[in-house]
């Protein structure tokens, strides 16, 4: 096991950096994003949405878990586990390509949209163009080294982006997006191969092929239902609402998973490792901490993103999105409750107890399907609304169970939640007047963009020096000097 100090520092950096990387490479979509939001119309975007749904589905049987069943491989077995996750990996990408366009036509006739089928047959040449990359990335992965994902990002985001408003201009319509995803895959796995320093010898052995699977696959069977869970709103806009409701609902989703469930993807892929690098009596402070500083980013961003909703989606896509408004407002409060329900979910994982998670989703599904199915004929705010309230109590399980598994009392989360808590509070009530008194959309932002922050700030050194001084130190490279609980020195993840 590594020392809980240096792998404390190490891991609170490497989500610091990854997140304002991965932040960084989701801005440079969201500008590419805001272009093309201008050169296509709703049922374009809507159209490239259902088959990005329909991959989505696809990708999380990709490999079966055995790439994410590696970061838990001894390290000295690491090596020789790869050559064996490589293989397989390659193998099965080449094969959710070939299934992908033979499904085509299906998923056309299901969504009632007969243009998916060309589309997602070459939008599935993403399955192969990945599984020759996803070995290394999942090596950066173990070792903690964010540097190699967060390049392979910024090279997908970047030529995506320049490659779909290129065919945009040039008149493709649909078809810019499905190129530039194709082009962007092919610059993320390229990167990774030239980053990451390890090269396949082709030696697999069937030997490791049972104890990875087995890990794997419950992985996978939660990761489809999570997919499932997480897309049932596409699923059924897609099919029981229009082509352009489901392009201003996908829109609407944009920034909430740009600024808080990507702080959900980082969050995981970087604690998973750390969480099971650590000593078990280690795993409380750690869950303590993570769960204070995913407060502490994701409650201000929620708040922000809904009351500023209207200025964002009009000053970033234009007028004929503003349809997207009251959508956005509610996802953001569906992507607060996926942020807060990580770290205990992540927890269960690094334990090797993911079927606990698998037990719990079983339910959330069919609770969640069963109310989107009731109330998707009253629109799209009203799925959003769904989404949201599953998810809420989804957070509160997670976290509760965690919880009792580690012996943490609500009195510490209490202790965890009120600063954030009220700093958010107190910024929400600046931004309200100035998002009523500004009509202009792009000052509206500026100022209270500007105000809400430093209001936050501000609250926040009052209620919790120690947390911002604390990142300070961590951005400045040093390892800071008290712990995040008023205890000397650093343990855990912190």
């Known amino acids: 096991m590594a020392s809980s100090r240096s792998l404390g520092t190490r891991t609170l950096r490497g989500m610091f950096w990854a997140y304002g990387s991965y932040v960084g ?49 001894k390290e000295e077995d690491e090596l020789e586990h790869a050559e064996t996750v490589f293989v397989w990996s390659i193998a099965l990408g080449a094969a959710f390509s070939i299934i992908t366009a033979a ?13 998916l089928t060309a589309l997602l047959a070459v939008l ?31 090279s997908d985001v970047t030529l995506r982006g320049l490659t779909a408003i290129g065919f945009a201009i040039a008149g493709f319509g649909a078809w810019s997006l499905v190129l530039g995803y194709i082009v962007g895959s092919v610059a993320s796995t390229v990167v990774l191969w030239v980053m990451v320093k390890w090269r396949p010898r082709l030696k697999p052995q069937r030997a490791h092929l049972p104890q990875l699977l087995r890990f ?41 998973e740009l600024l808080i469930l990507n702080l959900s993807v980082v969050a995981g892929q970087v604690l998973f490792p750390a969480f099971a690098s650590i000593e078990r009596e280690d ?28 200025p964002f989606i009009l000053a970033l896509f234009g007028d ?55 109330f998707v004929d009253h629109g799209i705010v009203a799925v959003a609304a769904c989404m949201a309230g599953v998810m809420g109590a989804v957070a509160l399980i997670n976290t509760g169970l965690a919880m009792g598994k580690l012996g943490v009392g609500p009195s510490a989360v209490w202790r965890l939640l009120w600063p954030p808590l009220l700093a958010t509070a107190g910024m929400a009530a600046v931004l309200f007047p100035i998002e009523r008194a500004i009509d202009s959309p792009w000052p509206a932002l500026l100022i209270g963009g500007v105000a809400g922050g430093l209001t936050y700030l501000g609250l926040l050194w009052l209620f919790a020096r120690d947390a911002l001084i604390r990142l300070r130190d961590i951005a400045r490279g040093q390892n800071g000097g008290r712990g995040d609980e008023g205890t000397p020195g650093t343990d855990a993840v912190a």
Do not use: C
């Open 25 to 73: 490479g989701r801005l440079l979509t969201l500008l590419a994003t805001a272009i093309l939001a201008r050169l296509l119309t709703p049922r374009e975007f809507g159209l490239v949405a259902l088959a990005i749904l329909f991959m989505f589905l696809l990708e999380t049987l990709a490999d079966l878990g055995v790439s994410q069943a590696l970061v838990i491989v």
């Open 124 to 154: 599935g040449l993403r399955f192969f163009i990945r599984s020759i990359g996803a070995t290394h990335f999942t090596l950066a992965q173990k070792r903690i080294d964010f540097r190699p994902r967060t390049a392979a990002q910024l």
């Open 216 to 256: 794997g696959g419950t992985l996978t069977g939660l990761n489809l239902l999570t997919a499932m869970e997480t897309n049932l709103d596409f699923i059924f806009i897609g099919r029981f609402l229009t082509a352009s409701d489901l392009g201003l609902y996908s829109l609407g989703f944009r920034l909430p």
């Open 320 to 374: 004929q999105w503003e349809g997207s408004v009251p959508a956005m407002r509610v996802l953001t409060l569906y992507a607060l409750a996926v942020a807060i329900s990580i770290p205990g979910g992540t927890i269960f994982k690094a334990m090797g107890r993911a079927g606990i998670l698998l037990v719990i989703g079983m339910p959330e599904a069919i609770l969640l399907f069963a109310a989107i199915w009731t």
């Open 103 to 115: 499904a085509s036509p299906l998923a056309a006739s299901f969504f009632d949209q007969p243009g």
């Open 283 to 310: 795993l409380s402070r750690a869950f303590r901490v993570s769960l204070r500083y995913t407060l502490m980013i994701a409650l201000p961003m929620a708040a922000g993103l809904a009351v500023l909703a209207h």
